[in-house]
Structures are given as C-alpha cells and as structure tokens.
C-alpha cells in the first residue's frame, strides 16, 4: 500500500547544496573574476602602485560613480533608464556652493534633498503621462544643465571659505569621510530593495511590468520612488565632489552618466529589468575604479580609461552570454514513496 504524503509536512524540493554553491558563482563568479585579474594585471604593470593605494582609489571611486551608479542601477531593475544623473549632479554641486552658508553638511543635504525632489516630480511625470523615461530624462537632462549654467552665472564658482571642505579630505588607512558615506548609501539602499515593500515593488514592475500591474502592484509609486533615489543619489555625488574641491562648474560630469552606466552593467545589471542587486553594483564599480586608477598612475590620457572600460564592458557581456547557454542541472526531488 502506497504511503502518502502529506504536502503540510512535506519538505519542498531543494538543490543540492553543492548546486547552490554553483549558482551563487553564476551569480556573481564573471565579476569576481574580472575584478581579480584587473586587479592581479594592475599590480604587476604598476610596481609602484602598493595594496594600500590600489584598495584606497578603488574605494574612492564608489564616492562618485559608485554612488552615482547605484542610482542608475535602481531605475535600471525598475526597467527604466535615468539619462540625466550628469547634470543632476552639477546641478547639486553648484547649489552646494551656493550654499554654504548653511555648513558643510547643511549644504551637502540641502543640494540632495532638492534634487531627490527633483527626482521625484520627474518620476511621477514619466509614470503618470506613460512617457518612455529615455526620452524624458534626456529632455530633464539638457533642461538641468542649463539651469547650472544658470545658478552658476554661466561660470566656475568656488567656496569662499576653504577650510570648510577638510573633513572631506582626511584620511584614516584607507578610509575618508566620502568613503565612509558610499559605504552607508549601499547598505541603506541595498536594505531597502531587499527587505522593503516599496523595494520589492521595484523588482516586481522591472521583471514583469504588466504582470505587476496586474497584481495590483503600484506602477507609479514604484516609477516615482526609483527616480527619487536615483536623482538623490546622484545629487549627494555632485554636493560631496563639489565640497571636496572647494568648486563647482556648470560643465562638469559630463562624462559620469557613461561611467555609472558602464560599472552597472558591467556589474551585471539588466538593462531589462528585475535582475541584479547592489552587490553587482558595488562590484561593477570596484572594476571601472580599478582600472582608472591603475591607468591614472601610469599617467595614461583619459580616452585610454574608456577604452578600456568599453573592452572590459564587451568581455563581461560575452562571459554572461556564454554561461547563460551552460544548461542549469536538475534540482535534486525527494525520494518517491514506495509500496
């Protein structure tokens, strides 16, 4: 006589462990891997180039493009695309300026509240009028900086009290106050997607938009709340770039919306959405930091830099494209009853 079984008591079938393992280096193992030969590459090209320094740069580039990046990365899993983080944060960066008066980090908040605030208008727009964010955020993008050229004066400005960026530039083994808040900005935003409601919204409208729709999720929350914290991100980027050098100019990050965009990817962001995490940013952003360091040292002129990101950027699509076509192995199933 067959036993039967119980689906309340019934354990639900599991991988192997040893396929879990698998999974997590499919996960993440192209990256590891990328990032330690950039790394092994870097310190054998570049003698003088120490652990400690190449650690400290590759830390110090998550304080623009890393947090820049994370920001794209969100509207990215939301299955949008924000173009203009570059003048969003020369934007921020020259409203830091300006306001310095109020202290370091009174301007610092005050430049990333307004452009979360931003942020925000603009995600509500795009979710509210069904407008394709791409073709939105490269008009916010062209409107933005001419508003920097605007609160500029059509020109570079600079603090007219420079004491009042040092604690912006000291320094603990490898650790700066900048530093220190990246390291802040991914916890909180890597807490938020995984353990929040709204973050969860996020994944759910970038991996099956109409699905979600469906399902009640809501769109337009989730749309608003993406851009907020990517026009946020990027507005704490420009204030803290812009109090470290004591200025701001109306053309500057020009080139931080390719970077960011770049490091996600690299880092294994989908660009259609639902899929990547901060982790795939954080290494996404240790690699281009990486190699712009090493190349900075060896005093290698900028267009190299994108060379080398580009090459690096066309490698990890190949490696994904061709673990992706390595076929998944069967889950291992309970033991079927016997007589």
């Known amino acids: 006589m067959a036993t039967a079984i119980d689906p309340k008591t019934t354990p639900p079938p599991n991988r192997a462990p040893g396929w879990q393992r698998l999974e997590w280096l499919r996960e993440y193992g192209?990256?590891?891997?990328?990032?330690?030969?950039?790394?092994?590459?870097?310190?054998?090209?570049?003698?003088?180039?120490?652990?400690?320094?190449?650690?400290?740069?590759?830390?110090n580039g998550f304080t623009l493009v890393g947090i820049t990046a994370l920001g794209v990365a969100v509207t990215m899993i939301a299955g949008e695309?924000?173009?203009?983080?570059?003048?969003?944060?020369?934007?921020?960066?020259?409203?830091?300026?300006?306001?310095?008066?109020?202290?370091?980090?009174?301007?610092?908040?005050?430049?990333?509240?307004a452009a979360a605030a931003v942020g925000a208008v603009q995600g509500y727009l795009i979710a509210r009028l069904?407008?394709?964010?791409?073709?939105?955020?490269?008009?916010?993008?062209?409107?933005?900086r001419g508003l920097a050229y605007i609160f500029s004066?059509?020109?570079?400005?600079?603090?007219?009290?420079?004491?009042?960026?040092?604690?912006?530039?000291?320094?603990?083994?490898?650790?700066?106050?900048p530093i220190n808040v990246a390291i802040i900005v991914f916890v909180a935003v890597g807490l938020f997607l995984a353990y929040t409601r709204w973050g969860r919204e996020i994944y759910a409208i970038g991996g099956a938009r109409q699905e979600a729709t469906i399902a009640g999720v809501?769109?337009?929350r989730a749309i608003t709340v993406t851009f907020t914290l990517s026009a946020g991100c990027a507005g704490l980027a420009g204030a803290m770039s812009a109090m470290r050098g004591a200025s701001a100019t109306p053309a500057?990050?020009?080139?931080?919306?390719?970077a960011a965009v770049a490091a996600a990817l690299i880092g294994g962001i989908s660009l259609y959405g639902g899929r990547g995490g901060v982790l795939h940013v954080a290494l996404g952003v240790a690699i281009v930091s990486l190699v712009s360091a090493g190349l900075a040292v060896r005093g290698e002129q900028s267009y190299v830099v994108q060379l080398a990101t580009g090459a690096l950027l066309f490698l990890v699509i190949a490696l994904e494209f061709f673990a992706r076509r390595v076929p998944d192995s069967p889950a291992s199933l309970p033991p079927s009853p016997k007589a």
């Open 81 to 113: 695309l924000d173009l203009s983080v570059g003048s969003m944060a020369a934007v921020a960066a020259v409203l830091t300026i300006q306001f310095e008066s109020l202290g370091l980090f009174g301007a610092i908040a005050l430049a990333t509240a």
């Open 153 to 177: 004066g059509e020109g570079p400005i600079a603090l007219t009290d420079y004491t009042m960026s040092d604690p912006l530039l000291g320094r603990i083994a490898i650790l700066s106050g």
């Open 218 to 220: 809501p769109v337009r």
């Open 252 to 258: 500057a990050f020009d080139g931080l919306l390719l």
């Open 30 to 59: 192209i990256q590891l891997i990328v990032l330690v030969a950039v790394l092994v590459l870097v310190l054998v090209t570049t003698p003088g180039f120490g652990p400690e320094a190449v650690l400290f740069s590759t830390l």
């Open 130 to 144: 069904r407008i394709n964010s791409l073709v939105f955020t490269v008009a916010t993008l062209i409107l933005l």
